[in-house]
Nanobody, 116 residues
Framework: QVQLVESGGGLVQPGGSLRLSCAAS????????MAWYRQAPGKERELVAS????????KYADSVKGRFTISRDNAKNTVNLQMNRLNDEDTALYYC?????????WGKGTLVTVSS
Protein backbone atom coordinates (compact mmCIF):
# COMPACT_ATOMS: atom_id res chain seq x y z
CA GLN A 1 0.00 0.00 0.00
CA VAL A 2 1.41 3.34 -1.06
CA GLN A 3 1.96 5.78 1.79
CA LEU A 4 3.14 9.36 1.42
CA VAL A 5 3.75 11.48 4.50
CA GLU A 6 4.64 15.14 4.14
CA SER A 7 6.38 17.28 6.73
CA GLY A 8 8.12 20.62 7.05
CA GLY A 9 5.31 23.09 6.54
CA GLY A 10 4.75 26.09 8.76
CA LEU A 11 4.50 29.84 9.02
CA VAL A 12 7.22 31.86 7.34
CA GLN A 13 7.71 35.53 6.57
CA PRO A 14 7.84 36.79 2.99
CA GLY A 15 11.31 36.26 1.59
CA GLY A 16 11.95 33.32 3.89
CA SER A 17 12.63 29.66 3.19
CA LEU A 18 11.16 26.28 4.07
CA ARG A 19 12.12 22.72 3.23
CA LEU A 20 9.37 20.17 2.75
CA SER A 21 9.95 16.45 2.89
CA CYS A 22 7.86 13.48 1.82
CA ALA A 23 8.52 10.01 3.20
CA ALA A 24 7.31 7.33 0.81
CA SER A 25 6.68 3.64 1.36
CA UNK A 26 4.85 0.69 -0.13
CA UNK A 27 6.34 0.79 -3.61
CA UNK A 28 9.76 0.66 -5.33
CA UNK A 29 10.52 4.31 -4.81
CA UNK A 30 13.41 4.77 -7.24
CA UNK A 31 11.32 3.43 -10.11
CA UNK A 32 8.75 6.21 -9.98
CA UNK A 33 8.53 9.83 -10.85
CA MET A 34 7.55 11.91 -7.82
CA ALA A 35 5.84 15.28 -7.67
CA TRP A 36 4.80 18.08 -5.38
CA TYR A 37 1.44 19.77 -5.88
CA ARG A 38 -0.17 22.61 -3.98
CA GLN A 39 -3.64 23.96 -3.46
CA ALA A 40 -4.21 27.51 -2.33
CA PRO A 41 -7.49 28.60 -0.74
CA GLY A 42 -10.18 28.94 -3.40
CA LYS A 43 -7.92 27.66 -6.16
CA GLU A 44 -7.41 24.41 -8.00
CA ARG A 45 -4.59 22.06 -7.15
CA GLU A 46 -1.53 22.76 -9.28
CA LEU A 47 1.70 20.97 -10.09
CA VAL A 48 4.69 22.64 -8.46
CA ALA A 49 7.59 20.36 -9.39
CA SER A 50 8.36 16.81 -10.43
CA UNK A 51 11.44 14.61 -10.61
CA UNK A 52 12.34 11.38 -12.36
CA UNK A 53 13.18 8.20 -10.55
CA UNK A 54 16.92 8.73 -10.81
CA UNK A 55 16.73 12.41 -9.99
CA UNK A 56 16.64 13.35 -13.62
CA UNK A 57 14.11 15.13 -15.80
CA UNK A 58 13.24 17.80 -13.24
CA LYS A 59 10.38 20.14 -14.07
CA TYR A 60 8.96 23.21 -12.37
CA ALA A 61 5.93 25.40 -12.63
CA ASP A 62 6.84 28.79 -14.07
CA SER A 63 5.73 30.46 -10.85
CA VAL A 64 8.43 28.71 -8.79
CA LYS A 65 11.34 28.43 -11.24
CA GLY A 66 14.53 29.79 -9.74
CA ARG A 67 13.09 29.75 -6.20
CA PHE A 68 12.17 26.10 -5.53
CA THR A 69 14.35 23.02 -5.87
CA ILE A 70 13.03 19.47 -5.89
CA SER A 71 15.35 16.61 -4.96
CA ARG A 72 15.14 13.00 -3.86
CA ASP A 73 17.10 10.53 -1.79
CA ASN A 74 16.43 7.04 -3.08
CA ALA A 75 18.33 5.48 -0.18
CA LYS A 76 15.88 7.06 2.27
CA ASN A 77 12.77 6.99 0.06
CA THR A 78 12.25 10.69 0.44
CA VAL A 79 11.53 13.55 -1.91
CA ASN A 80 12.18 17.12 -0.83
CA LEU A 81 11.16 20.59 -1.88
CA GLN A 82 13.46 23.45 -0.93
CA MET A 83 11.50 26.68 -1.16
CA ASN A 84 13.31 30.02 -1.13
CA ARG A 85 12.18 33.62 -1.51
CA LEU A 86 8.67 32.69 -0.49
CA ASN A 87 5.83 35.13 -1.09
CA ASP A 88 2.19 35.22 -0.10
CA GLU A 89 1.16 33.52 -3.34
CA ASP A 90 3.02 30.43 -2.16
CA THR A 91 0.60 30.01 0.73
CA ALA A 92 -1.06 26.64 0.17
CA LEU A 93 -1.43 23.06 1.25
CA TYR A 94 1.44 21.14 -0.33
CA TYR A 95 0.96 17.53 -1.37
CA CYS A 96 3.32 14.75 -2.31
CA UNK A 97 2.15 12.66 -5.28
CA UNK A 98 2.99 9.51 -7.17
CA UNK A 99 1.10 7.76 -9.92
CA UNK A 100 1.55 4.03 -9.79
CA UNK A 101 -0.19 1.40 -11.88
CA UNK A 102 -2.68 3.97 -13.02
CA UNK A 103 -3.61 4.99 -9.49
CA UNK A 104 -3.20 8.52 -8.18
CA UNK A 105 -1.63 8.52 -4.73
CA TRP A 106 -1.59 11.60 -2.50
CA GLY A 107 -0.29 12.41 0.92
CA LYS A 108 -2.46 14.34 3.38
CA GLY A 109 -0.50 17.51 2.78
CA THR A 110 1.51 19.99 4.80
CA LEU A 111 0.42 23.60 5.20
CA VAL A 112 2.69 26.46 4.18
CA THR A 113 1.64 29.94 5.23
CA VAL A 114 3.60 32.97 4.08
CA SER A 115 2.71 36.00 6.13
CA SER A 116 4.30 38.88 7.98
Amino acid sequence: QVQLVESGGGLVQPGGSLRLSCAASGFPFSSYRMAWYRQAPGKERELVASIGGLGDNVKYADSVKGRFTISRDNAKNTVNLQMNRLNDEDTALYYCYVRRNGDHNWGKGTLVTVSS
